[in-house]
């Protein structure tokens, strides 16, 4: 009784597989490890950013000058869009004379343009997620079409239809649709809980820009 488990353990249907299963399992091996890197990544980097945020909001929150507001630099996301205000609003003046909505417009554009790169630095290997969570399965299939290719052709060449011919092959064949399914579906929740959390993040941060344009358009350019 204890045989056929031992034959079937997941190291024996790995020795055993057909090559081309062989090289499947591998490169969704090497994929799920490689996303389980970049999830861990970019969660623990969101919920840093998102504290920073929350710290930063905060403290314009409370701020009732611009020197309150630019105490302290930091070099986190939300700090790095305050400080691109903070260099704006120090900036030499315009040639042309601008009134208080226009300085305090181009500050919170420059921003703006601060946090859109800093939103793109989040999103670096985030596609992969996506790429795998759609593609995975379908590179599990083709280790499943595979290893049930290899059944018919052990059926073909023993002439027999028992399990002991066809279990090797239909075996290595459902390995492949669990690695693509274990590969995938991690890879797709955590793409949309990112996803939705730099979602947040950037709605965090408008209200932030919004609050800290006022108070940096106070600061007197410089001569």
Same mark, same amino acid.
């Given at each position: ?32 490890? &490689?996303? &389980? ?93 996506? *790429? ?13 079409? &595979? ?13 027999? *239809? ?14 492949? *649709? ?46």
């Amino acid at each position: 009784m204890n045989e056929p488990a031992a034959t079937l353990s997941i190291v024996k249907l790995f020795i055993n597989a057909d090559p081309v299963v062989k090289g499947v399992l591998l490169l969704l091996l090497a994929a799920s490890v &490689w996303s &389980w890197a970049v999830i861990i990544d970019k969660l623990w980097r969101l919920a840093a950013a998102s504290r920073s945020a929350r710290e930063h909001e905060a403290r314009a929150a409370a701020a009732r000058s611009p020197q309150e507001l630019s105490a302290a630099e930091a070099r986190d996301p939300a700090g790095l869009v305050l400080s691109a205000g903070l260099a704006e609003s120090t900036a030499e003046p315009r040639p042309q004379p601008e009134t208080a909505s226009e300085r305090r417009e181009r500050i919170e554009r420059a921003m703006r343009l601060a946090l859109n790169a800093e939103l793109r630095r989040l999103e670096v290997r985030l596609p992969f997620l996506a *790429t795998l969570g759609s593609a995975a399965p379908f590179i599990g299939l083709f280790g499943t079409v &595979w290893g049930i290719m290899r059944s018919f052709e052990g059926i073909a060449a023993a002439n027999s *239809t028992s399990l002991a011919v066809v279990a090797p092959g239909i075996a290595e064949a459902l390995f492949a *649709t669990a690695m693509g399914l274990a590969a995938a579906i991690p890879a797709v929740v955590a793409y949309n809980k990112i996803t939705v959390d730099l979602g947040r993040f950037a709605g965090r941060m408008q209200g932030l820009i919004g609050r800290s344009g006022g108070l940096l358009a106070r600061i007197p350019a410089a001569a």
